[in-house]
């Protein structure tokens, strides 16, 4: 039986039964080429049209600003590499804390002529209002700060941010992924602010892997990153993947509609969790910033964060550690680092993030055995010295 | 009820009920993220693992050959513009009727102080010996050469290309997402012969939408397209779609057992089909070259293709017509000017591409239905005249 429970929603999510309802008839059946001129083709292109209005309206945008591609590191790249190309190398600002699929894009511009400025967090992960100012008076071309941290949950105040961009005349863009389905994202409001493209994608809310999009005010020019046959007006080509889109509108559409009772619920749970968690001794990352409901970013004095997410494991709870997921030699977090958490803390962190299945049950139950595995782990350590 | 006759397989085709099983249980309950250290995670690995040995063992690869990408458009754009980008500009050398996803990236290069040679084709469709030996004679740094072309079926001797390439030391890819469950594909071989990459695609083989790979010989230095958490050895970051990777990899297993089969029964309905079209006056395109045992490319002199293809659509038989399909304002293909076809036969051009559910008695109604459109349209031209 495959059943511990899973307690890694920003990792990713399961998909909702009404999105896998809605996308399996676009497997065997509605199964055509959106560009195709027949039958099979039109089905396609009309589930493809409505997905995009579901995704608009979801976000606050026009279905013709949804630019859709294959997952959120996709469209981040877009933002920032499609921009560039249209641009004279200048400087490009991002906060310490981005998303590598964020930052590598960045560093590879860095080698190619540009001026990469990160800005600084304080301790509780917010952009430092002195060094986004400092940034800002180098007059950065393109600048990208993420709406909610994937690690910490932490919120950036992105419409204030912009706003105080608008004088430098850059292209603003904010990685939402994280920050869709657990806050109310709004790309129109975020747009008068300043905001000119968001990430949001699938796969983080209930919809499939495979489909994402990039929100983007259509006077900033990008260069596509897959070109070809000119699909999403040219800026990225290929078949559209019918049914992930399909659920990613579905999911989008569920989204909207159940943020607020999320995240009311959520918050209660987190609330929860971190009781427990501060009663057992351990660091809550992100305190005093505001953050997302669901996630919960902790560490335990001496304690290894990817020993205890194995331990975990085995006893049947399903985590993540702070480590960077797809290194072997696993670094202590970058955004912990950024907010100036000492590297031997930072190596015992611990996410929680929870999600539509996520019960008080599950809570108590993980602090349970959270206890355990630290009288454990902590009695062999006392033992070992 | 929406069930017409589907004679377009290679735009796309329906998903198996074998292939679409196996990805069933990666949507709601195997559903982790393939970088998560916990069960979930680990269970998403191993089905990506496994699905990168059926792909790899279909093409006669090694299964860290296999790179991942969300499509056949990326997987040729991350060729063209990754492997450029790890060089100095150069000469690229492609076929003149290469897929726009293979001809555009080529064209952006040409603007970023690469020399661009389109290598002519004969009236056939094949490359011309004497053309390619020219743009040999350039020393080019890339070479893409399809191996079998998506509208007229026209199959390249790729190996031999790449033989009398290797002089020239070159990268040398192909683009095989026409020819991979048609005709026999092999990585090793054609790598012998001086092959550096391949581009195969799940959904032209009963697989879904969202999945594709580039085939690489590790010599190749490429620079990502997507840049982030490192996935595929770094070559394309972004959370794996394990559903679509899984279908992929099932859909490449059913393929490499069944083309021989598949490729014997559809060169019977294909001769059929091409007998009777000539006995209503139509021309084939690419008669005289070896071709894709399904591929029937077509025109009647004084018939608009596009026009036709909507006649059928009403009738109840899906195929596609020449003209570029996201089009608005339909030129005539590319890869029939090239061959030397004249622009108003070339304007009639349809194609007919059959697959796994085509049956003679399709093919026989597909005639029977052709032969009345025609007799149709050709009295109302006369009595227009």
């Known amino acids: 039986m495959f059943a511990p ?36 083709g039109r089905a396609a292109r009309l589930a493809v049209d409505t997905a995009r209005e579901r995704v608009a309206a979801a976000v606050g945008a026009h279905p013709t600003e949804v630019v859709f591609t294959s997952g959120g590191s996709e469209a981040n790249n ?65 600048l990208s700060i993420m709406l909610a941290n994937n690690e910490t949950g932490v919120i950036q105040d992105v419409a204030a941010l912009a706003q105080r961009a608008k004088p430098s005349r850059g292209w603003f863009h904010s990685d939402a992924v994280q920050a869709l389905g657990k806050i109310l994202v709004n790309f129109r409001a975020l747009n008068e602010a300043g905001v000119h493209a968001l990430t949001v994608s699938s796969h983080k809310i209930g919809g499939p892997k495979g489909a994402a999009a990039l929100v983007l005010d259509k006077r900033v020019e990008i260069e596509p990153l897959v070109a070809g046959g000119g699909h999403e007006r040219g800026l990225r ?16 559409e569920l989204a909207a509609r159940q943020v607020y009772d999320n995240a009311t619920r959520l918050t209660r749970l987190q609330a929860m969790l971190e009781g427990g968690l501060v009663a057992q001794g351990a660091t809550i ?7 997302l409901p669901n996630t919960i970013y902790f560490a335990l004095e001496g304690v290894d964060g990817e020993t205890l997410v194995g331990q975990l494991d085995r006893a049947g709870y399903a985590v993540a550690s702070g480590a960077a997921c797809s290194s072997a030699n696993p670094e202590p977090s970058h955004v912990l680092l950024a907010m100036g958490v000492a590297p031997e803390l930072a ?39």
């Open 5 to 40: 429970v899973y307690l890694d929603y920003n990792a990713t999510t399961p998909v909702l039964d009404e999105v896998r309802d809605a996308m399996l008839p676009h497997f065997s059946q509605r199964y055509g080429n959106a560009s195709s001129r027949h039958e099979y």
């Open 78 to 142: 877009l933002f920032v590499r499609g921009a560039a190309a249209c641009l004279k190398p200048g400087t490009i600002a991002i906060s310490a804390i981005e998303h590598p699929c964020v930052r590598e894009p960045a560093r590879l511009l860095a080698r190619r002529g540009w001026s990469l400025h990160e800005v600084a967090v304080d301790r509780a992960g917010r952009v430092r209002s002195d060094d986004f100012d400092r940034a800002l008076a180098k007059r950065p071309a393109l």
């Open 237 to 252: 080509s290929g078949t559209e993947n019918v049914p992930a889109i399909v659920g990613f509108g579905v999911a989008c």
């Open 285 to 291: 990352f992100g305190l005093g910033a505001e953050r």
């Open 347 to 385: 190596r015992g962190a611990v996410r929680v993030s929870l999600g539509r299945d996520s019960t008080a049950e599950m809570v108590d139950g993980f602090l349970l055995v959270l206890n355990e595995k630290l009288r454990q782990l902590r009695g062999f350590t006392a033992l070992a010295a």
